[in-house]
């Protein structure tokens, strides 16, 4: 009867766990127009050609 459930929170944990990995990754940071670099601009357009925004 226990076991049913821990498995379902792992799984439900695991997923959170997941999501926040994601979104983490996602984030865009605020910065300054005087703070970016050529060699940042040429790696996001870089990653915008390939599809990975």
Known sequence: MILPALIALSVAVFAALLWLDWRARRRVRP???????????????????????
């Open 31 to 53: 910065v300054r127009a005087a703070e970016v670099t050529p060699e940042q601009i040429r790696y996001v357009a870089r990653r915008s050609e390939k599809g990975d925004r």
